[in-house]
Each structure stands twice: as C-alpha cells, then as structure tokens.
C-alpha cells in the first residue's frame, strides 16, 4: 500500500544482488553500531531509530529507511544497529529511564509488560498516528490488543513471525506428500502428523525427518513448540491478571507427550541444538524445519528446496507460537514536537511497507499489506499469512518476550521430555516449579504511570 506520490516514493527493489550487497554495508555498521545516514543536511528534522536487527532484517529495513529519506528529503533517519536480546533492552531501559532516549525504537512486542510502559516508554500519540495515515482497525487483531496495556497503547505492531512448517520439496515429492500444485498436503490431527512424518522417514531411509531446536545451553526451541501446540486446544499459561498459573494439566501432558512421541519413534531428532537444525534442513538431512518464519532467505541464498506452511494443526485450531516486532516511543523528558510529527510519518511509512518487509519471512500486522499484489505474489512468504489472526502471544509478564526467562527455563523442563530422559509429568512439574518462582520474582522495571 502506497502513500500519496507527494510524499511517498517506492523502496527500491529488494533483490538477492541487493540483499547480498546491502549485507556488506550492514556488517560494517553492527560492528560499530554506528548510524546509517540517508544524507545529511542543517535543515532536516532528524529522528534517531535505534534497533537491533541484523542479517536479511537489518539489510531490508537499511533499505526501507533509506527510501524513506528519499521521498522525505526534510527528515533525516539517524539508524543505530545495537546487539539483539538482553543487552539491546538494557540499553533502552537505561535511556528511557534518564529520559534522554531515542525517538523511536524497534521492540519485540512480547516484552512491553516488563520494560517500565509509563516509565521507560511513553504512550503513543494515537491522534498523531491516525494524522499519519495508520489506525487500528487496520491491524490484526490480537495483536493491536496486545500493543495495549491497561488499555493505553504502548506500541505499533509491526509483524508477527510465527513458528512455521519447512518442508524439503523434494523429500515430500519422494514421500509423496506433496498434492497436485507441488505443495504440501496439509494434516489435521495427531494422527494425520505422524502418518505424514512416517512417510517422510521412510522415504528418508529411516532417518528423523524432524528438526527443531531440540537440545542446548539455553535452548528455547521445545517452549516455542510446547507454546504451538498446548494453545491449540485453548490452553493458557497464566490467569488475565497474569498473577497466578492457570495451566490445564490435561491439555499441557497432551502436548508434551506427542513430543516425547516425536522423540521415542525416531521421528525427530532431540539431539539438535539451534544451529545444527537448520543445517539438517539446509543439507537435506531432514524432511521438516520447525522454526520462526526468518529463515527463508537463508534458505533461498544456500539454494536449499523448500516449501513453508503454517505449524501443523494438531490439538483443534491453527495457533502458532509467535512474537511480533513493533515499535515504540522510548521515555523522553521534553519530546520536541516537530520531531515527534516526523516520526509519526516515519512509522507509517514502515507499517505501510510492510509488504517489503516481508521479503525476510515475517508476517505483516498491517491487514492492507497482506492483500497487496506484492505480497501475494512472494512464496512461500505469502502462504503461511492466514496465522496473523491465529498467534499464540505470551502473557503480559515481565519474564516474557523472547530471549527471556520463560522461554529458557521452560527449554530446559521440556528438552528432556523429547529425549526421553524425563516423563511428560515430570517436564510440565519442572515448568510450574520455574513459573512459580517467576512469579515471585519481582518486576525490575514496575510499570509506573506519569
């Protein structure tokens, strides 16, 4: 979706020449986490965007920014590349705290109930965001209700980069799996996912045709596949007020104990950590890539053949664990108004791109973007964009998001149950015991109203 040609002009073309090429700039620039300007000159407004993306991510939005300054030549994007995880939310909350932040950061919207909302980040200016162009009935739903805490709007979504389905195309044409179009038949159930995982390890010679963050120091991938199923049957984690576990036992052990399932029939691999996964899959060693939807451009520039659809469909719905980039306001003391209009357009100018953006896996939040030709016609991107109003999102805790707490310990209940070492009971007793002591933990950064 375009702005009006008075002030819009087109990004340019993300190709894998410039992907490639922009990698080399990008490098650089996380190395320093020094800016990137798109031109500089005394008369511009400048907006200084901190954020922490980096490979295909942080190439796509150098573009996005870049073709923003070309058709706002009175706005200067001051871009800074910091170190993903914890030390890139420090760096904000130390920021907002001293009031003296940058005017807009990138955030995983996960993490917005533990990082101060009213102290560290300020509301957004709903009026000057409608004045942009953006409004939320143009978002997917729960995510834009998750941008909200205490019903005041703390972010603007960006995407969600659900957990997703790889499949190796010619692996399933061998198993036959795929239907007549060349894609994968979709599964309903338990039973339909074993079958097709069975077919997949005969044609495979009986090797585990599933990879997924398994094992590992710190190892998050058995929560992120635990979080895709147990939501399926409308299970949840904690109460609405996020004070107390309101885990279903039933529902939890259904889910772990198709994990162990996967394990114990040689249908996955348990002995993979991240890396090792994804090279599995990148070699042809396994059949199916459970993963969060960024790693198709790796996967395009390895050469590697692939298909992506949504996580399977097992306990009723379609949800998917996910996460979603937003952006957000970081505390200032005296926000200068011409700088705050500026980067209002700034926003509007990446939410309406989003379709751009998506080149990298993600999912836009932005509804008009999925129905643009452009989008449409991105595959595999555009064949998973149905989960966006399906996502499985934490609960507004402070130990939440990713790179948290929550992920790690719950990795580390759950990894041994895939394995086989620990019963499904014991993981999800392991689970409770850490989510208790999360919850007794207090909030390092309490959400303070101003």
Known sequence: MKEEATVQGPPSPLTRRSLLGGSLALAGAAATSCALPVGLGSSRTRVQYWHFLGASDGIIMNQLVQAFGRANPDIFVEENVLAWGEPFYTKVAMAGSGGRSPDLATFHLARLAG???????????????????????????????????????????????????YYN????????????????????????????????????????????????????????????????????????????????????????????????????????????????????????LWNGDWEVTGLKERGTPFGMTRFPSVFGSGAAQADCHSFVLPHQRDRDPEVERATYRFIAHLVKHSADWAVAGHVPAYLPALEEPGYLALHPQSEYRSVVTEVALDPQVWFAGSASRLWIEFGEAFSPVISGERSPEDGLAAAKASLSRLLAAPNPFPRQER
């Open 115 to 165: 990082i101060g909302a009213g102290a560290i980040l300020d509301p957004i200016n709903v009026r000057l965001l409608e004045e942009a162009g953006l409004r939320g009935a143009d978002f997917s739903p729960p995510i834009w209700e998750r941008a909200h805490l205490d019903g005041v709007l703390y972010a603007i979504p960006f995407d969600a980069h659900p957990m997703v389905q």
């Open 169 to 288: 195309t010619d692996i399933c044409a061998k198993a036959g799996l795929l239907d007549s179009g060349g894609k994968l038949a979709p599964t309903e159930g338990e039973d339909g996912l074993i079958a097709m995982l069975r077919k997949a390890k005969d044609a495979m010679g009986g090797r585990p045709p599933l990879a997924f963050d398994a094992l590992g120091l710190g190892t998050v991938g058995p929560w992120r596949v635990w979080g895709s199923l147990y939501p399926q049957s409308g299970g949840t984690l904690l109460s609405p007020d996020g004070t107390t576990i309101a885990i279903d036992d039933a529902k939890a052990l259904a889910a772990l104990r198709l994990m162990a399932r996967l394990g114990k029939e040689g249908l996955c691999d348990w002995r993979t950590d991240y890396g090792a996964s994804v090279a599995k899959f990148t070699n042809g060693e396994a059949a199916f």
